[in-house]
């Protein structure tokens, strides 16, 4: 059974970046949170956390211009999240390391379904801007080789993970074996990993790559493993609805004038590229909610997690003190 559980701490529920990717599409039982002291939030108080996140965010359909010579005709059953709230939902709401919300153009999201949904997932959007990407070896990749090489070289970055505080993360498999399509110049492939030590759920990425010009258009999918048919399911529409416009895809390269990009197809997902921003390059869900009760600091979680600022908190009518002139009450929350 998936858990929904808030954490008694505000911080934990955003930053909740120490705990591997859950499941969230049912209530901790009862018997469970009893021993562990914890008290339980009705099924229906919990819809109206998880709606009353998803009430926080506005979503585009139709053309959206991404940025980079990129556009999307959102696809039928999607719906666009632009970058700032893109942002929000990557480092507040699914708890990924700060700054890994950096540098997003976007997201894309199930149309029926919202950041703290059941069994929510998305496709981050980005553009990485290395160049043009030469494929000749496209063909000559051995991806059961470059699979041993990505799983030695994340155990590797693991040690600086856990000096940070940062779960270590575990390469299982591909869970969909690289494709690159030569004439349409996309790549597509899907990575299923563990985060930390625990034999629990696992997290997919799912990497889609358009060769552009200039440099590649990412488009990452983050979700459970369980998830994996659904977004494989979805890329055909995904690669269609993405093109660069004119002058800016990768038949317009001129040789004389354009970079050429250090890295190859394989470089691609190998993740040559991100070495940028390191280890944060992989992003999750993290949003395991802890119950814990309802009191004061319940109720601080609540507003913040429905997207009140302390403005609004402060433009609110303030309870008169006391005629003797000693400490106000506190409101009951």
Not at 89 to 118: F, H, Q, R, V
């Amino acid at each position: 059974m998936r858990t929904l559980t808030l954490m008694a701490s505000m911080w934990a529920i955003v930053f909740a970046a120490h705990a591997q990717r859950p499941d969230t599409s049912s209530l901790h039982t009862e018997g469970n949170a009893a021993a562990a002291g914890e008290k339980v939030l009705s099924p229906t108080n919990i819809k109206k956390i998880r709606d009353s996140i998803n009430a926080t965010f506005t979503y585009k359909t139709g053309r959206v211009e991404l940025g980079k010579g990129a556009v999307m005709e959102v696809p039928k059953g999607f719906k666009y999240l632009d970058p700032q709230q893109s942002h929000r939902l990557l480092e507040e709401i699914w708890g990924n390391p700060k700054s890994s919300g950096t540098g997003t153009m976007g997201m894309l999201l199930p149309k029926n379904l919202g950041p703290a949904s059941n069994g929510c997932w998305a496709f981050n959007i980005e553009f990485d801007d290395i160049g043009y990407v030469k494929d000749e070896d496209a063909d000559k990749i051995d991806y059961n080789d470059l699979l041993k090489q990505l799983q030695k070289d994340m155990q590797e970055t693991n040690a600086r993970r856990l000096s940070e505080g940062y779960p270590p993360i575990t390469l299982i498999r591909w869970a969909a074996t690289p494709y690159y399509d030569k004439t349409e110049k996309t790549l597509h492939w899907a990575k299923e990993l563990k985060f930390g030590m625990e034999d629990n759920d696992h997290t997919l990425n799912y990497n889609v790559r358009i060769l552009g010009r200039k440099g590649v258009l990412s488009m990452n999918a983050i979700g459970g493993m369980d998830d994996l048919v659904t977004i494989k399911e979805s890329i055909p529409a995904i690669l269609k609805s993405t093109t660069f416009e004119k002058g800016h895809a990768y038949a317009d390269f001129d040789p004389k004038a354009d970079q050429i990009a250090a890295w190859t197809v394989g470089g691609l997902v190998a993740g040559k590229v991100l070495a940028k921003v390191g280890f944060f390059a992989i992003l999750a869900k993290f949003a395991k909610f802890i119950i814990l009760g309802i009191g004061a600091a319940g109720a601080a979680v609540y507003r913040f997690i429905t997207g009140r600022r302390r403005k609004e908190e402060e433009a609110l009518p303030q309870p008169e003190g006391p005629a003797d002139g000693g400490e106000p009450e506190q409101p009951v929350s």
